[in-house]
């Protein structure tokens, strides 16, 4: 599809200093678009301005996203990137990796987007929502991360209700990339590695860059050929994606993947007395 020219497009980006935001931020200023970022720690050679801000602030957020949008001189998209994983086994206790993943992804998500609503009203602009492939087809022992994007698109499907009248709203949904948000649940012996194919860092950027500049905005756009079948699957067919990852993560579990976990110490037990 064709896409509307990024020049002079004002564009505020969350997460601006990690690995997608980075790409996402330099990208969109090499096509002319005027880009400021947020994130919890800038980065001196961060390729636009960042501005500090924790997205868990209430207080915060409003501020440091007025002073965002005043130098932008007004706010054409908004690309809510920002986001975090980690290991959170769903039969566990919600604790305070849980609530850290939730205020960040979704509510950091909702704080920040409640703060731009003016302003991308006045512009007619667009929301771009980067979610997961896990917000429709949920993976093992990391449920707050897949509750979190889940709801982030609850939160998108309201938002375009509510707004879409002078708002579009679009959620992409990137499968796995190499980056440092895996690095907190392969430390506690859960990597998903084998559990999700890896995709390109350049294709997911190319995408949101679709969803921010595309003459007709989407509603919804998987990443890759393979991420698309994996959402039809999942929103058309649930039960025959349930049983496709629930075989992968028994092969994984009997090739002893997850082994001394503590984690996935119940669900190897589990598993173990199955196959007896």
């Known amino acids: 599809m064709s896409r509307r020219d990024a ?32 994130d919890l720690a ?13 997205i868990t602030d209430d207080d915060a957020v409003p501020q440091v996203v007025a002073t965002a949008v005043e130098r932008l001189g007004g706010l054409d998209v ?8 980690g290991p959170a086994p769903a039969e566990h206790a919600p604790g305070a990796e849980v609530r850290r ?6 509510l950091g998500t909702w704080r920040v987007t409640a703060a731009c609503t003016d302003a991308l009203v006045a512009s007619r602009g667009r929301i771009v929502m980067v979610a997961s492939r896990m917000a429709v087809m949920q993976l ?34 990137p499968s796995s990339v190499r980056s440092p948000i895996h690095d907190s ?13 890896y995709e ?12 921010a500049l595309s ?3 989407r509603r919804d756009l998987p990443t890759t050929r393979r991420g698309a079948a994996e959402f039809f699957l999942a929103r058309h067919l649930p039960t025959v994606a349930d049983r496709i990852v629930a075989r992968t993560f028994a092969e994984r579990l009997r090739a002893g993947a997850f082994d001394g976990a503590a984690l996935a110490a119940r669900a190897v037990a589990r598993h173990r007395e199955v196959a007896r």
């Not at 505020?12 to 970022?37: D, K, N, Y």
């Not at 649940?185 to 194919?197: D, H, P, Q, R, V």
């Not at 950027?205 to 969803?211: E, I, K, N, S, Y």
């Open 7 to 38: 020049t002079g497009l004002r564009v505020l980006v969350t997460g601006a200093s990690g690995t997608f935001g980075r790409a996402l931020c330099r990208a969109l200023t090499e096509q002319g678009a005027h880009v400021i970022g947020l």
């Open 42 to 54: 800038p980065r001196d050679d961060d390729p636009v301005e960042v501005l500090a801000c924790d």
């Open 78 to 85: 908004l690309i809510n990137n920002a986001g975090i994983g």
């Open 101 to 106: 993943q939730l205020d960040i992804n979704l």
């Open 140 to 173: 093992p022992l990391a449920a707050a991360y897949g509750a979190s994007k889940r709801a982030m698109v609850a939160y998108a499907d309201a938002l375009r209700l509510e707004l879409g009248t002078h708002v579009s709203v679009t959620c992409v949904y």
């Open 185 to 197: 649940t392969a430390k506690a012996g859960l990597s998903l590695e084998g559990m999700s194919a």
């Open 200 to 211: 390109s860092l350049e294709g997911v950027v190319d995408t949101v860059l679709h969803a």
């Open 215 to 217: 003459v007709r905005p």
